[in-house]
């Protein structure tokens, strides 16, 4: 079964190295013949949740109106969704951590149309090559896909790429297409 796979980017710097790393993965799972769509967050007006319980009170997701409406037909129809962001003080960037958290309207009691994702990626860099640098985005991913139990396909970090393009210096595109690229058919 080919999938639907939502790629969310998080930089706001155009063509930058995370930018670089998701089209990697995304040239690969188009390749196995996956249906891929990018969205970067970045460059949407998507505020982090208001903690206000009004979800789907408005007949969307979210009762307060942003971008994020432009997102959640994205996310309703991913099977897989995958996390692209830079390293930003231990953990993802703010624009790409606004939507995740707005995903609090898909667990909230009165969801109307719950998520069919099942499967998720992380892939992050950054200047730094200090040991752990990288484990508070992670244990952060780690614990969106236990609370939400969805199967962790693959985490990547970059250490070490500050200037855009750096990360073409490294391993990591082929490391993303090949992620990709292995992205079954089933569940």
Not at 71 to 87: N, R
Request: hydrophobic share 40%.
């Amino acid at each position: 079964m080919v999938k639907n796979i939502l790629v969310l980017t998080g930089s706001p710097r155009k063509n930058g190295n995370s930018e670089m790393m998701a089209d990697a993965f995304i040239k690969g799972a188009r390749a196995k013949g996956h249906i891929v769509t990018k969205f970067e967050t970045a460059m949407k007006n998507i505020n982090g949740c208001k903690a206000c319980n009004t979800c789907w009170s408005k007949g969307s997701a979210c009762s307060f109106q942003d971008d994020f409406s432009e997102l959640e037909p994205l996310l309703e129809s991913a099977d897989v969704i995958v996390f692209v962001t830079p390293l930003y003080w231990s953990g993802m960037s703010s624009q790409i951590k606004a939507p995740i958290d707005r995903l609090y309207a898909y667990v909230s009691p009165n969801c109307k149309r719950p998520l069919k994702i099942k499967e998720s990626v992380l892939m992050i860099c950054g200047e730094g090559n200090e040991d752990g640098m990288f484990n508070g985005a992670i244990e952060t991913y780690k614990g969106i896909i236990d609370y939400l139990k969805w199967n962790n396909l693959g985490i990547i970090t970059v250490p070490g790429v500050a200037d855009k393009g750096d990360i073409a210096n490294t391993n990591a595109l082929e490391k993303a297409e090949n992620l990709g690229m292995s992205i079954s058919f089933t569940c």
